[in-house]
């Protein structure tokens, strides 16, 4: 699904952070990406995202080369593929947790049947996570554990094929961590969605199906 070959890239002020990386992802895998603090992990999944650009290297995804998009062609390919979690839930404060969740539907068009099949996707998602009594509620009114499934509700929302997580349990307690973990397996076993997930957990990591560990600039089984 996903071929990372020989991906490089520095920063002026760091040098070499990911150097001749490579990583082959397979439709409906869980990949877990570990390694020490600075190692290179958001970077990579930045540029899984497109949200960056790596200095060589390709990126296949599903049969096509996406490493040299332009910025349009990099925000469709994240509209229509790529959900993402991150540490954080980057609600906005100002919109109730449904708005939140129906954000993404509002950067891609649909017709009034494509969204009615939405809304019905969306709600067994959101009680699947166990977010449905919070939806007219506003996100500082909810607990982090609850916020954070609200996240990965609204990451989900446009059906992407891969769901990017950079260290989603990170301010979450033991409980909610495992709570969420489990959330992300299940939405794998259920909807297929491949999962790439950065992390210092090795409890989180050990739930995926893959654990690689990033060193020195490369992936190491
Ligand atoms: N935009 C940037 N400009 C300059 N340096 C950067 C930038 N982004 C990341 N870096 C540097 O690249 C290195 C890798 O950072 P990255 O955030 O990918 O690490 P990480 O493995 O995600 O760490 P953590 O576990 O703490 O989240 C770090 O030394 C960081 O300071
Ligand atoms: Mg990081």
Redesign the pocket.
């Known amino acids: 699904m996903l071929s990372i070959k020989e991906i490089s890239?520095s920063?002026?002020?760091?040098g070499l952070?990911l150097d001749n990386l490579s990583l082959e992802v397979d439709e409906g895998e869980t990949v877990a990406i570990m390694?020490?603090?600075?190692?290179?992990?958001?970077?990579?999944?930045?540029i899984i995202g497109l949200l960056?650009k790596p200095d060589a290297g390709e990126i296949i995804f599903r049969g096509t080369s996406i490493a040299s998009f332009t910025e349009n062609e990099s925000a469709d390919y994240r509209n229509m593929n790529i959900g993402f979690v991150f540490?954080e839930h980057l609600l906005l404060p100002y919109l109730t947790v449904s708005e939140n969740i129906l954000l993404p539907l509002l950067a891609s068009k649909h017709s009034h049947e494509e969204l009615s099949v939405k809304k019905q996707y969306l709600n067994g998602l959101m009680e699947k996570t166990g977010i449905s009594d919070l939806m007219d509620k506003y996100p500082f009114r909810i607990s982090g554990g609850e916020a954070q499934r609200v996240a990965l509700v609204r990451a989900l929302a446009n059906n992407p094929s891969i769901l990017l997580a950079?260290?989603p349990t990170?301010s979450l307690d033991a409980k909610n961590a495992g709570n969420l973990g489990e959330l992300l397996l299940d939405m794998n076993k259920e909807y297929g969605i491949t999962i790439i997930l950065?992390t210092?957990s090795i409890d989180l990591a050990k739930k995926m199906s893959k654990i690689l560990h990033?060193e020195e600039g490369k992936l190491l089984v």
């Open positions: 890239k920063f002026i002020q760091r952070v390694g020490p603090s600075g190692s290179g992990k958001t970077t990579l999944m930045n960056d540490q950079d260290e990170g950065a210092h990033l």
